[in-house]
Structure formats: structure tokens, C-alpha cells
């Protein structure tokens, strides 16, 4: 089929978009709403505007991501009139936006202010206009829902939806007046929501961001009476280089020590050490459970957003989930037990900070279970994105930064396990490699798990445990609507597999919420992060949890043995059924909503 686009004949596929084509054949028009990761083209912005003409001489204008391209048809994409246009929509759009661009987490990284200069915007006739009323809603612990600086593209609706299966975003309101809701909920904090930030990554604007801390991590490094201890996740060094430049999977680990030190870090110490405690607890509670009966399949517990989504959507999966907390929780109440008494330093002169991959570790930080006398265990949790920001405003560019090593004696050290948690796959592999080891006297053959790799939505693979333990089905799965399936097959008694690994996040922790947003684009090196830290794991001297001398040292002098009575008390959580709290706040809007509604 063939139609013009700016006078020039192309050939095309029925069913294919003008926008579509145009992309192909290296034609630009300029798109906010439409969104080609998740095939999202709602046509809201309408700001991919082309003049259209027929093949009976009808000419319109109308947008090119959802209009198709028809036999004949001439499309103008830089007329005079198509230009005006454009930039017409676009002052409107910032007109019904709040224009304190400088206060913004998108500044600089915004795709709304690219847009106004691709359609040449110098001035804007409407900008003294303030945006409809529209909500601010700061209740959650990890995010921040501005609808000021909403455009209603309705990309966070979609991959909610179709990545997520969650669908905790809603679109309310109308005209000038419409915004992305929480359904009917009262604020996002009480609804579906499970803050596992994807939402964050491919909203154009700053309508959806990471609640930022920065400030009080200056504070605490202001105070000469606190002892500051930085800890970062097995993904950070992965992928914090790509803010300043780096290649993507390119480790940065010395890089980020050496900048934490200079930023006025007092101790910096390794979450990797913490997911070595974590294989310990689960893969010892895997093995109790299967011995005497318990509850399985038994499944990970390390994605906080996987653990809001059990409480929340499916809480009757609760008793399945192992109760060893996450590593950053095992920092935390190390932190301020193990570590502190080692180092002599009295655990309320200790601030304890997390460098995340992700925004719902900032909830997980905020859960009573975690708390000691109202303390938190950790007390703030910075992800990638807050990281960033803060090396800047301190002067400290990482690409410039000498590497530095981790030199703390107790909490530092870590092995090829430990890193490949930041993996969809990671912490299965990790697990089989110390399993098996406590069952036969001996390391795995060839170290790798190869089966349980990949990037699959959901793998299977068939594990043997050696010579008389058997062979038992693990799965993996990542992105929660793979992971609905899982839990309700083990809810109705009919699970094939004994141990399950679940990361909330397409890909697992190296594209999680809190990491680097590239505008226009979903995860886009989500390989070369995966790929980055499986070459870390295969260069380690030590590649299994249970032969790190720091982890053989912390059972020996402090905890005793894996699930000891004090590794229960202190590396150990309970969960709790969220779903009644969330029916309830909804039902108490729909009622005041009635009775508002009777009134009038």
C-alpha cells in the first residue's frame, strides 16, 4: 500500500498508524500521551498533529498515533498550519500545568519541556492561567502524587494495568478538572496501590515521583553526634553509573564508596553481606519446612512490593511466604545490634541509610514489624534517582571519582550469591547453591543454576538436590501479574513447586521503581544491568552465601546458628492482612459520597 508523507511516496502495511510509519522511514513528530513501549497511544496530548488529506481531496487535521494510513493518502507533517497547531496544544497543556518547573523531581530529564522545544515554544499566551484544583497526595512513604503536574497521558494507568496487574490507578474527574486517581479510595497510602514505583518510570512529568530525603541525609551529616552507616543494594553499582554517563551494567561499586566517603559517610558497608544472612535464614527455613511438613511452595520475601501486593491483593498467600526479612531489613537490625556492639558506638547515635533500587523499600522501612520501641531499623532509604541528586548538589561526579574498597570488618564482605539478588532468577540461584551444599557436604557442580535465568515473565526449572534428597520444581517470576497465577495455584492447593521466587518488577531489582527514568523508553538496559551483574558474580572469589568468613563469623560470635531463636528475633518479620483496612476506606468514601449526594 502506499500513501505520502511531506510529498514523498512510502510504502506501508494495512493497520499501520501514520505515526508508525513516519517513525520508520525517520520522519519526526513530536508525541507526549503516545508511548511505544507498551504499544500506548490514547491520543490524549494531541499534540501529533499532521495535516491529512484523502484520496477525495477531504483535508483534516487529526493525530497520527491512532489514525491509521489509508491507500492515497497525503499527510503534511511541517505545514504552517500543523506547526501553529502544535504549538498551540502544547501552551495549553503547560498552561494547565504547574509551571515551577525548578522545583520539579523532572527538571532537566522532563519530556514536557522537550516538547515545547520541538514545537518551537518561545512564549506562552495562557501562562498566567492556574491549573484547575487537582490533588496532591503525599501519604505514601515512597511516592508523591502531584496532579498539578499531570498531563493525562495515562501511561501510569496502563502499565499498572497490563505490567502490574494491579490496577490501582484510576482516571478521575472531567474537563480541565481530570487527573489520575486512586479509584475509590481516599488517598493512595489507603489504596490498591503497592508502591512498587513503575508508574514513576514512564510518566513524562513529575506527576509521579519518589518522595525525596536528600535533605534529611544532609542533616544527619551535618550532626557531629551521629554516626552515619551507608549501605547500597546488590543493583545500585550496576546502575547508578548510567546517571553520570557510564555504560549501563558497568560496576561502580569502588566509585560509589569512595563518593559516600566524600560526601562525609562515616562507615559504608555492603547490602550484599545482608542477602548472604538472607540465603542463610530462607534456605534453612526452606529446608525446615520441607522436612517437617510446613507450609509450601515457600516463597521469597525479599520485594517489598511483592509483600504489599500479598497484603493487599491476596493475603490468603501469606503463610506461604517465608518470614526471613529482606536484606535491607537484615541491615537494618544488624545495624543497630551486631555492628554497633562491635564498633562500641550506643545504637541511638546511629542513622542508618539505604541506597535502593527501588520506592517500596521506603514503605518497607516505614512497617511497625520493623521497628524497635518506635525506632526504625533503617532510617531513610534513598533510591538510585535521590542518589544522583544528591552527588550533585555535594559537587561529586562519580565518573570522576577514584574507586575506593569496602573496609569495614564486619559488614562488608560478600559473594557472587549476594550480588545476583538484583536479578530476576538471582535469588533462587543463590538459594539452590547453599541448599544443596547443607544437604550434601559439598558445592554444587559447575556453581551455576543456569535453568532459572532468563527473561522470561515466568521459568520453571527442575532442581536435584543430590544423591538421596531428590529433585524438586522451583519457579520464578517477575512483574505481579505473572505472580498472581503462583499464588493463587498454592491458595487452591495445587502448587507443583516447592519454592518460588517472585520480584515485583520486570526484570527484578535492575528495574525496579527507583531506578533511572529514560525518557520515552521502558527499561531499556535492563539486559546489560542483568548481564553486569552476573559477570560480577562470576569473577568473585567466594560464589556461595555460606563461605563468606564475614557470614561464618557473624553466626559464630552473635547469632549462634541459622533460625536460631535470636536470628528469629532479630532477622525474622510477620505480615499482616492489609485487605479489610483498603475495603474499608473505600467503603467509608462511597458512603460520604452517598450521603453528599442525598444532601445536594
Not at 146 to 165: F, I, L, P, S, Y
Not at 332 to 343: H, I, N, P, Q
Request: charged residues 25%; proline residues 5%.
Amino acid at each position: 500500500m502506499n500513501a505520502s508523507i511531506n510529498g514523498k511516496e512510502y510504502t506501508f502495511e494495512p493497520g499501520e498508524t501514520i505515526l508508525q510509519v513516519a517513525r520508520r522511514n525517520g520522519i519526526f513528530i513530536p508525541t507526549l500521551c503516545h508511548f511505544q513501549p507498551l504499544d500506548h497511544k490514547p491520543g490524549t496530548c494531541r499534540v501529533c498533529l499532521a495535516e491529512i488529506t484523502d484520496k477525495n481531496g477531504r483535508t483534516e487535521m487529526a493525530t497520527t498515533c491512532n489514525t491509521p494510513m489509508e491507500e492515497g493518502m497525503r499527510v503534511n507533517t511541517r505545514s504552517t498550519r500543523v506547526r501553529d497547531m502544535q504549538r498551540l496544544q502544547v501552551e495549553l497543556i503547560f498552561a494547565d500545568h504547574d509551571q515551577d518547573c525548578g522545583a520539579c523531581a523532572r527538571h532537566g530529564n522532563c519530556e514536557l519541556q522537550d516538547l515545547a522545544e520541538y514545537v518551537g515554544l518561545s512564549t506562552n499566551r495562557f501562562a498566567t492561567r492556574m491549573p484547575s484544583v487537582r490533588p496532591l497526595d503525599n501519604t505514601m512513604r515512597g511516592m508523591v502524587r502531584d496532579m498539578t503536574k499531570c498531563v493525562r497521558c495515562m501511561r501510569c494507568v496502563e502499565v499498572c494495568r497490563k505490567m502490574q496487574g494491579v490496577a490501582a490507578l484510576t482516571v478521575d474527574g472531567t474537563g480541565v478538572g481530570a487527573h489520575i486517581g486512586v479509584g475509590m479510595a481516599p488517598s493512595q497510602n489507603t489504596s490498591a496501590c503497592i508502591q512498587c514505583g513503575q508508574c514513576t518510570l514512564v510518566c513524562p512529568t513529575g506527576a509521579l515521583a519518589e518522595r525525596d530525603e536528600n535533605d534529611t541525609v544532609l542533616d544527619y551529616l551535618a550532626n557531629p553526634e551521629i554516626t552515619t552507616v551507608f549501605s547500597f543494594a546488590p543493583s545500585v553499582r550496576v546502575i547508578l553509573g548510567e546517571e553520570f554517563g557510564l555504560a549501563p551494567g558497568q560496576n561502580v561499586q569502588g566509585r560509589i564508596i569512595a563518593a559516600l566517603r566524600r560526601l562525609g559517610a562515616d562507615i559504608v558497608i555492603d547490602t550484599d553481606f545482608a542477602a548472604d544472612v538472607v540465603i542463610m535464614e530462607e534456605g534453612s527455613e526452606l529446608l525446615t519446612r520441607m522436612k517437617n511438613g510446613g507450609k509450601l511452595p515457600t516463597f521469597t520475601s525479599c520485594c517489598p512490593a511483592w509483600v504489599n501486593y500479598a497484603e493487599k491483593h491476596c493475603p490468603e498467600v501469606l503463610p506461604y511466604l517465608s518470614t526471613t526479612r529482606s536484606p535491607q531489613a537484615v541491615v537494618g537490625s544488624l545495624v543497630k545490634t551486631y555492628l554497633a556492639e562491635k564498633m562500641g558506638i550506643p545504637p541511638k547515635k546511629i542513622r542508618n541509610i539505604s541506597l535502593m533500587p527501588c520506592t517500596a523499600k521506603k514503605d518497607e522501612a516505614a512497617r511497625p514489624q520493623l521497628h524497635v520501641h518506635s525506632t526504625p531499623d533503617t532510617d531513610v532509604v534513598l533510591t538510585i534517582r535521590e542518589l544522583s541528586r544528591l552527588f550533585r548538589r555535594c559537587g561529586i561526579n562519580l565518573a570522576e571519582v577514584e574507586p575506593e574498597d569496602f573496609d569495614n570488618p564486619y559488614m562488608s564482605a560478600s559473594t557472587g550469591a549476594a550480588v545476583i539478588f538484583g536479578a530476576t532468577g538471582g535469588v533462587m540461584e543463590a538459594a539452590v547453591r547453599t541448599v544443596y551444599a547443607v544437604l550434601n557436604h559439598k558445592e554444587l557442580p559447575g556453581v551455576d543454576v543456569v535453568p532459572v535465568r532468563g527473561e522470561e515473565g515466568m521459568r520453571e526449572a527442575e532442581v536435584d538436590l543430590g544423591e538421596g534428597n531428590g529433585v524438586i520444581r522451583v519457579a520464578v517470576v517477575h512483574g505481579l501479574a505473572n505472580a498472581r497465577k503462583l499464588a493463587e495455584q498454592a491458595i487452591a492447593g495445587n502448587s507443583p513447586y516447592s519454592f518460588i521466587e517472585v520480584m515485583a518488577c520486570p526484570g527484578g531489582c535492575v528495574d525496579g521503581g527507583g531506578t533511572c527514568r529514560v525518557k520515552k523508553s521502558y527499561h531499556p538496559h535492563a539486559h546489560e544491568r542483568r548481564e553486569g551483574l552476573f559477570a560480577i558474580d562470576h569473577d568473585m572469589p567466594r560464589r556461595q552465601s555460606h563461605n563468606n568468613p564475614q557470614i561464618i563469623r557473624l553466626y559464630k560470635d552473635f547469632l549462634g546458628e541459622p533460625n536460631s531463636h535470636k536470628a528469629h528475633e532479630l532477622l525474622h518479620t510477620h505480615y499482616t492482612d492489609r485487605s479489610k483496612v483498603q475495603t474499608e476506606s473505600i467503603s467509608a468514601t462511597k458512603k460520604k459520597l452517598t450521603l453528599t449526594d442525598h444532601s445536594a
